[in-house]
Nanobody
Framework: QVQLVESGGRLVQPGGSLRLSCAAS????????MGWYLQAPGKARELVAS???????YYADSVKGRFTISRDNARNTIYLQMNFLKPEDTAVYYCNRVGSKAYLETLYWGQGTQVTVSS
């Protein structure tokens, strides 16, 4: 069964922190670099962080020094620790494999989790 379940998003004040979780089915998670994507209203989905199987991270410039991605290969789960949140971080956050735009369009996507940063 294909499954992606993102959780942990909520309303938070600027400067606050959140920890997002993504539980994936083994068919999606195993043997793949996994990433967190955000989609702001009216904008395309974009990769903000990814992590390879051994744990090598990548971060978009917009989140470097503020977000930390991690993965638990035994639980088929990835996490995103978000610190020093800014209003521009407001978006729906999704997790999935990493790849080209064309490849991503072929994938199953979960519901995402809404992060709203506002005072």
């Amino acid at each position: 069964q294909v499954q992606l379940v993102e959780s942990g998003g909520r309303l938070v004040q600027p400067g606050g922190s959140l920890r997002l979780s993504c539980a994936a089915s083994g068919s999606i998670f195993s043997g793949n670099t996994m990433g967190w994507y955000l989609q702001a209203p009216g904008k395309a989905r974009e990769l903000v962080a990814s992590i390879s199987i051994p744990g090598t991270p990548y971060y978009a410039d917009s989140v470097k020094g503020r977000f930390t991605i991690s993965r638990d290969n035994a639980r088929n789960t990835i996490y995103l620790q978000m610190n020093f949140l800014k209003p521009e971080d407001t978006a729906v956050y999704y997790c999935n494999r990493v790849g080209s735009k064309a490849y991503l369009e072929t994938l199953y996507w979960g519901q995402g989790t809404q992060v709203t940063v506002s005072s």
